[in-house]
């Protein structure tokens, strides 16, 4: 079964500290992998997404297909990272729109 | 450019009751996608909308049934609304059948 798992539903660090928010996934084929943020009180918009290879706001993820993993990860998190983070996977069906989330993951920074 | 906007933002409906919830989609965008979010949990797939035709459903049943208008726009009905039903309901729009780029704020659907 396809599925998207987030270990943590809550991650607290201090200012200054790495981050890495885990994430995993169960796909039979060549999965698409997505980071999706939401903000306090704003609406959830896409972070980045693995094909792009792009940085974003300091925070990158790599694709490890051995270990079908998708970890975020970000080398000095800063207070306004404070958000919550969901992994994304697409997706079976034939549509890029049957994106599959994990729980989320709740990010604190603390100054 | 005006982003995802949806209506009502809040609705309690009883058991047995029919809601329709309206989304307009990102100026230029072509396809919407409709997703259940329970509490605690991550954004379900429902399905998408791409020029007016459904291009992929996930695991719902058929009394979630949706449309989309010529301008893009889209609708999701839910009849014989069950007490599960209650969750943040989301549309995202994208351009041709790509993953949601832009979400709307939801509608928090209450069934009671």
């Known amino acids: 079964a396809q599925r998207v798992t987030q270990p943590e539903k809550l991650l607290s660090v201090f200012k200054g500290a790495p981050v890495e928010l885990k994430c995993n996934y169960s796909?039979?084929?060549?999965?698409?992998l997505f980071w999706y943020v939401q903000y306090s009180r704003q609406r959830l918009q896409l972070l980045l997404r693995?094909?792009s290879r792009e940085s974003i706001k300091g925070f990158t993820a790599d694709l490890n297909k051995g270990e079908t993993s998708f970890h975020l990860k970000k080398p000095f998190a800063q207070e306004e990272d404070s958000a919550m983070y969901y992994c994304?996977?697409?997706?079976?069906?034939?549509?890029?729109?049957?994106?599959?989330f994990g729980k989320g993951t709740k990010l604190s920074v603390k100054p | 450019e005006t982003g995802v906007t949806q209506s009502p933002t809040h609705l309690i409906k009883t058991r047995g009751q029919q809601v329709t919830l309206r989304c307009s989609s990102q100026?230029?965008?072509?396809?919407v996608s409709w997703y259940q979010q329970a509490l605690g949990q991550g954004p379900q797939f429902i399905f998408q909308?791409?020029?007016?035709?459904?291009?992929g459903r996930g695991n719902f049943p058929p009394r979630f049934s949706g449309l989309q208008f010529p301008n893009y726009s889209s609708e999701l009905n839910v009849n014989a609304l069950e007490l599960d039903d209650s969750a943040l309901y989301l549309c995202?729009?994208?351009?041709?059948?790509?993953?949601?780029?832009?979400f709307g704020n939801g509608t928090r659907l209450t069934v009671t």
């Open positions: 100026s230029g965008h072509n396809t």
């Open positions: 995202a729009s994208s351009l041709d059948g790509d993953p949601p780029l832009h």
């Open positions: 693995h094909i």
């Open positions: 796909y039979s084929g060549s999965p698409e």
């Open positions: 909308y791409y020029r007016e035709e459904e291009n």
């Open positions: 994304a996977l697409s997706g079976y069906g034939g549509s890029q729109g049957n994106l599959i």
